[in-house]
């Protein structure tokens, strides 16, 4: 019975993945364009895109993994005043639309940036002293500005929930706080490990907004390339083979990661965070940990901070024009209404995303040896969306839903579809980890298997389904890709009403988009921080 | 009450229970009795309907269970590591079976604080279950597992994890509080002692099948065959002939045997008990391996001329290496167990 769950999220993925996937290869593939196949694989520069593309992805994972292991650590392992809030704040990133952190990167750190105008100011210069724009450095900053969240969350929420027994145990056994770090905890975490840095390579490698603006005309990933195709060139077989050969790379990728997680998974012993946590105690450890938040937070806020410093540059009048529909034609309205658009396509977002996502992780919980193959080949399908990029998703839903062109569930299902696999990823190792015992416990005292599900499962779930939610909350406010090729141009979403007035020229209508970007981070970030609260007065499971 | 009827079931492959079949009345405390891997946790599973067997019925109060699932079968299971509901407290975990069967909300107060007054914890009702010591957490476990009134109660090594000390107050308090209010229980452990403090009967699981059942005084005063009177202590065996004359041979020597007719073909054992071997001036000479002071005496090992190995038991130390001659007053035939 229960493997008939999958049919529900298989049918989403069929209708709004496989068919607009297909329509696409359909389309560029008929007939004399099946050479195209041959021109990108005989062009050595289509090589060279893809080595940039993988190298990229494969540093701006390292460094991220790396950059986030420590406040993961931080944040599962000490309790100190405001960790909830300053945990909220490195959310925000990820929630920024990417043109919004090309944008911020180049406004902090290009030529013209502030940073460099400081610093020409304060030693007499008369160059920039900083170069990066248009280099890999500023790509890598930006990757793992905008990453950093993803490994806190999944790699500190598994460790949060991880019995530091263990780990006691192995210093008792004589073993170095190192050691004990390097032969106990690590192991352990390897799964969550592997979920976060794979997420975030997926990302990098499919990163368009970062590479597009900050990389310039030199520097492009498959994805800026499968963009240039299609809307530059109207290459459309190119474009096709491209996406072609992305989808080839993350499947494997994906495959490579179920069997790994497979091998890796071994039951553990969750604790209530509360028992986990405790309070910094010697002086070394708080200047440590200050030390390393006080860098964390200045990296990951002075870009949004500039920003907000910009939008008020002119005392606020940028945001009085946000109500204002200055070309005063039906396809632009005042930007304002993107705000309300945006809300309402991501409330429905999260309700879609998390729906599906909740019954697809049931559908493939168990690892019982006596699953059917196809059952456990599920977890690969649902993470396909992920390695597809915006752009090619997009596409496809115009070409094979034409019919639902006008209709706004266009955009609600795109994001959803985007989101999913988020929502999965969040949800699926907290419901392997309820042990059996507790159903079973359950049963025994007279549930039936729906008040099982009711009294055991969603309860432990909920800050689960709860991580999974705000992914999908932020997923869909700051989409950028696929909302630009399915939305309704009377109904744009902040990140469209961003980049129509960055289009434009002008430094009023800069100041529009900065203006903009200043509300959708607010917004966002409030809509965090009241889960954050809502979690705090659930039992903490 | 509850009748089990040739229940078999295999486990990867190999057989773990074979043609089990047991009755339990009600009122009765039954414990069953093994070493750790004998399958008695399953048994227990089976009855519960968590799991299903290959072969065999489960008969309760005259209704075949079979396809019956676990939330209808009105009986409580006491887990191993006891599955309290981390995300709920003391009351909530003890109410979740009250609430199950539809009960009305002052009803249900009224009967969790009645239940957790009956454990001793009517005071911790709204205390997190995880801050809780580890015999609070039994107790609440208990208290869960009470409070719906089940008609069968099983408990699946729910001591396992305490001091012994602890353990031995706790099942003297468990059997008094199950005796008090009638319940019909089921006890799976493998601790000899706890078994025969708890249980009214005692069935002993060995190698998929049952080989004994009986009062812990029965089962004590004649084991079924070498491995239930090993796993009782009683170590002093070695392998018996019965000549024509009825006369007993082993390695220690010829003994008179009383009873009327030895057990078929099966190869016999002479069980020799502690207190009957007594130390004299004659007998069977024996050097003192081993001397601790156990419970009042003195539990002394002694290895004879021809290397077997007696366990005895005195009154006075005795020296290490010290020669000593035992008179044996009598020894039982028991059989030697399969395997």
């Known amino acids: 019975m229960k493997y008939f769950l999958f049919t529900l999220p298989i049918a989403f993925l069929t209708a709004f993945y496989f068919y607009p996937l297909g329509a696409i290869l359909q389309t560029s593939f008929a007939g004399e364009n099946a050479r195209a196949v041959g021109e990108v694989f005989s062009d050595p520069y289509y090589a060279r895109v893809l080595a940039f593309t993988i190298g990229q992805a494969a540093l701006s994972t390292l460094l991220t993994v790396l950059a986030a292991l420590p406040a993961a650590f931080i944040f599962a392992r000490y309790d100190f005043r405001g960790a909830t809030l300053v945990r909220a704040v490195t959310t925000i990133p990820f929630v920024m639309p990417t043109i919004v952190v090309a944008t911020a990167f180049s406004t902090l750190l290009g030529p013209r940036g502030s940073i460099n105008l400081a610093l020409m100011q304060l030693f007499h210069l008369d160059q920039p002293p900083i170069r990066i724009m248009h280099t890999l450095t500023m790509i890598l900053l930006a990757h793992i500005f905008y990453n950093f969240t993803v490994v806190l969350r999944i790699v500190g929420g598994f460790w949060s929930n991880l019995d530091p027994q263990l780990e006691q145990a192995a210093r008792v056994l004589g073993a170095s706080r190192l050691r004990a770090f390097w032969h106990i905890t690590l192991p352990l975490l390897t799964p969550a490990l592997l979920a976060a840095a794979l997420l975030v390579f997926i990302f990098d490698f499919t990163s368009f907004g970062v590479i597009l603006i900050l990389g310039g005309a030199r520097l492009a990933t498959l994805e800026v390339e499968i963009y240039r195709q299609t809307v530059n060139l109207f290459n459309l077989p190119i474009a096709a083979t491209l996406s072609l050969i992305q989808l080839a790379c993350t499947l494997v990728l994906t495959l490579m990661y179920t069997r790994l997680q497979t091998r890796l998974a071994r039951p553990l012993r969750l604790r209530p965070q509360a028992m986990v946590r405790r309070k910094l105690s010697s002086a070394r450890e708080k200047i440590l940990v200050t030390l390393y938040l006080a860098a964390m937070m200045l990296f990951l806020m002075t870009p949004l901070v500039s920003i907000v410093a910009a939008s008020l540059e002119d005392g606020g009048s940028y945001y009085a024009e946000l109500f204002i529909n200055r070309r005063d034609s039906i396809m632009f309205v005042p930007p304002i209404e993107a705000v309300r658009n945006s809300l309402f396509f991501a409330a429905a977002t999260t309700v879609l995303a998390v729906t599906l996502g909740l019954i697809a992780a049931y559908s493939i919980e168990s690892r019982d040896k006596r699953v059917p193959a196809f059952v456990r080949l599920l977890d690969a399908v649902y993470m396909l969306p992920l390695g597809t990029s915006a752009v090619t998703l997009g596409f496809g839903f115009i070409l094979a839903l034409g019919s639902l062109r006008a209709s706004i569930a266009l955009v609600v299902i795109a994001h959803s579809l985007i989101a999913f696999p988020f929502v999965v990823r969040a949800i699926l190792p907290i419901l392997r980890s309820i042990a059996p015992r507790l159903r079973e416990a359950a049963q025994m005292l007279g549930a039936s298997p729906h008040q099982v599900w009711r009294e055991i499962d969603l309860p432990i779930l909920t800050r689960a389904v709860l991580v999974g939610a705000v992914f999908a909350f932020t997923i869909s406010m700051g989409e950028f890709g696929a909302t630009m090729l399915v939305a309704r141009p009377d109904l744009p979403t902040i990140p469209l009403a961003i980049y129509r007035v960055i289009g434009q020229p002008g430094l009023a209508n800069f100041g529009q988009a900065l203006a903009l970007s200043t509300i959708l981070m607010l917004v966002s970030a409030l809509g965090i921080l009241a889960v954050e609260r809502l979690r705090v007065g659930e039992a903490e499971f | ?339």
Not at chain 2, 55 to 84: C, S, T, Y
């Open chain 2, 1 to 339: 009450m509850l009748e089990l009827v040739n229940i078999t079931k295999q486990y990867a492959g190999a057989p773990l229970l074979h043609d089990i079949s047991l009755t339990i009345h009600a009122g009765e405390i039954v414990s069953l009795l093994g070493p750790s891997g004998s399958g008695k946790t399953t048994l227990l599973r089976i009855i519960a309907g968590l799991e299903q067997p290959e072969r065999g019925e489960v008969i309760f109060e005259g209704r075949n269970l079979r396809g019956v699932p676990p939330h209808q079968r009105g009986m409580g299971l006491m887990f191993q590591d006891l599955a309290l509901f981390p995300h709920k407290n003391v009351f909530e975990n003890v109410a979740f079976g009250l609430r199950m069967q539809g009960i009305p909300r002052a009803e249900i107060r009224a009967r969790v604080l009645e239940t957790l007054e009956l454990v001793g914890l009517a005071s911790l009702a709204q205390r997190d279950v995880n801050n809780l010591s580890g015999g609070e957490q039994q107790r609440v476990a208990l208290a869960r597992a009470l409070a719906p009134r089940p008609r069968l109660l099983m408990f699946d090594e729910p001591l396992g994890a305490l001091d012994r000390l602890l353990r031995e107050q706790l099942v003297t308090e468990l059997r008094a509080i199950l005796k008090r209010i009638g319940m019909t229980a089921l006890y799976v452990t493998h601790d000899q002692d706890e078994a025969f403090v708890i249980a009214d009967r005692v069935a002993i699981l060995h190698a998929t099948r049952i080989v004994q059942m009986g009062t812990p005084a029965e089962i004590y005063h004649a084991p079924a065959n070498t491995f239930v009177a090993q796993f009782l202590g009683l170590t002093n065996l070695f392998p018996a002939q019965i000549r024509g004359d009825g006369q007993v041979v082993t390695e220690l020597g010829e003994f008179r045997y009383a009873s009327a007719s030895p057990p078929g073909d099966i190869p016999l054992y002479a069980l020799i008990r502690p207190e009957r071997v007594r130390v004299g001036t004659t007998g069977i000479a024996a050097r003192v391996e081993e001397c601790v002071f156990r419970a009042g005496k003195y539990r002394v090992r002694a290895a004879t001329e021809r290397g077997a190995h007696v366990t005895i038991e005195t009154e006075d130390a005795l020296a290490i290496g010290a020669m000593i001659h035992l008179h044996v007053e009598g020894v039982e035939l028991i059989q030697a167990s399969g395997m």
